[in-house]
């Protein structure tokens, strides 16, 4: 492989970027909490969606947890109280569920800042990697050129946790609201369904448990 420097510490892995930023999701589609670092449990990063706002009211997702689709404006409120008055302005009665995980699809979502680049390009203008949800923004080694479906099926390792890349990470309505203002903009989501394949990101599975710090090594195994 030339896509970047073998790691020196382990020469059966290659180097492929660095951790840039680490975000949690105290409540599932609520606001992120940036920390300087992450414990990796056998089930994701600690307190990561240990919550949802649950729909109560007679809705075609009663019983399940609100989402970024029904609202432009639920990822701008982090606390329980804001999104059920995100909620009741829908017309939706919610409640707290809390315990559990609330995911998606795996439980830790990674993206290389390289990858949000192509975005840019297409779009003129930079993008807030928050747009994209990420557990785990990873600043690309020099020379890393590889794209989601390569990492599909690989392993990772980050400080002392191992990860392996399950799938790649289809994108809906939510990537096009700004994650200060909430307005949308259709053409951040058109760029990544036409020349991405309507792809940003990876979802990973825990195969080894341990601590992350912002400023650690991504390795790829041979």
């Known amino acids: 492989?030339?896509?970047?420097?073998?790691?020196?510490?382990?020469?059966?892995?290659?180097r492929i970027g660095t951790v840039a930023a680490l975000?949690?999701?105290?409540?599932?589609?609520?606001?992120?909490?940036?920390?300087?670092?992450?414990?990796?449990?056998?089930?994701?990063?600690?307190?990561?969606?240990?919550?949802?706002?649950?729909?109560?009211?007679?809705?075609?997702?009663?019983?399940?947890?609100?989402?970024?689709?029904?609202?432009n404006r639920l990822h701008l409120v982090r606390g329980a109280t804001e999104a059920a008055g995100v909620a009741a302005g829908l017309g939706i009665k919610v409640r707290l569920a809390e315990g559990g995980r609330h995911f998606d699809a795996r439980p830790?979502?990674?993206v290389f800042d390289t990858w949000i680049a192509e975005a840019e390009v297409l779009l003129g203008r930079k993008l807030d990697p928050l747009r994209y949800r990420p557990n785990i923004?990873?600043?690309?080694?020099?020379?890393?050129?590889l794209k989601e479906s390569a990492l599909v099926g690989r392993s990772i390792t980050i400080g002392d946790v191992r990860l392996t890349v399950t799938e790649e990470i289809d994108r809906c309505v939510t990537t096009t609201y700004d994650v200060q203002t909430g307005e949308s903009d259709m053409n951040v989501l058109r760029v990544?369904?036409?020349?991405?394949?309507?792809?940003?990101?990876?979802?990973?599975?825990?195969t080894r448990t341990g601590t992350i710090p912002v400023g650690a090594a991504i390795n790829l195994e041979n």
Not at 192 to 206: F, I, L
Request: net charge negative; with cysteine.
């Open 1 to 14: 492989m030339q896509h970047s420097e073998a790691s020196e510490a382990n020469p059966a892995t290659m």
């Open 23 to 71: 975000w949690r999701y105290p409540i599932k589609s609520l606001g992120a909490e940036p920390l300087a670092q992450v414990d990796v449990l056998d089930d994701g990063i600690a307190g990561d969606r240990a919550a949802a706002v649950m729909i109560e009211s007679d809705h075609a997702r009663m019983g399940k947890p609100l989402r970024g689709k029904e609202s």
């Open 108 to 110: 830790i979502s990674l």
């Open 137 to 145: 923004v990873a600043h690309a080694a020099e020379g890393f050129v």
């Open 192 to 206: 990544v369904a036409q020349y991405r394949d309507n792809v940003m990101g990876v979802y990973c599975k825990v």
